[in-house]
């Protein structure tokens, strides 16, 4: 399983980015997957989790301004950001497999079987 994200940029505060990361040599829908963060000098932290079943979980910072969906067609994971802030700033990534429900601290390995988007970065101007 590939996974190539894309989206991202810069924005000011209260602004709306879309992230994108495509599925290549599998379902996306066979696989929980997740949406991670790690900010300068800041561990990775878990942001949202879609379920194979299709239901989402986030995290209480990012709970009723990022909404996490995929499209099975195309086989997408998307995440809307929106009412962004400034400690949103981060690098953002993707994983497959990921938890199947968001839980504080919990992250996919990253051994063989696991696989990560490239990246992509987040900047949130005040």
């Known amino acids: 399983l590939e996974l190539v994200q894309s989206g991202g940029g810069s924005v000011q505060n209260g602004g709306s980015l879309r992230l994108s990361c495509a599925a290549h040599?599998?379902?996306?829908?066979?696989?929980?997957m997740g949406w991670f963060r790690q900010a300068p000098g800041k561990e990775m932290e878990g942001v949202a989790t879609?379920?194979?079943?299709?239901?989402?979980t986030y995290s209480d910072s990012v709970k009723g301004r990022f909404a996490v969906s995929r499209d099975t067609t195309q086989n997408i994971l998307y995440l809307q950001m929106d009412n962004l802030k400034p400690e949103d700033t981060a690098m953002y990534y993707c994983?497959?497999?990921?938890?199947?429900?968001?839980?504080?601290?919990?992250?996919?390995?990253?051994?063989?079987?696991?696989?990560w988007g490239q990246g992509t970065q987040v900047t949130v101007s005040t």
């Open positions: 994983a497959a497999p990921a938890p199947c429900r968001y839980v504080p601290g919990v992250l996919p390995g990253r051994g063989e079987s696991n696989s």
């Open positions: 879609m379920h194979n079943d299709g239901s989402p």
């Open positions: 040599g599998a379902y996306i829908r066979s696989y929980c």
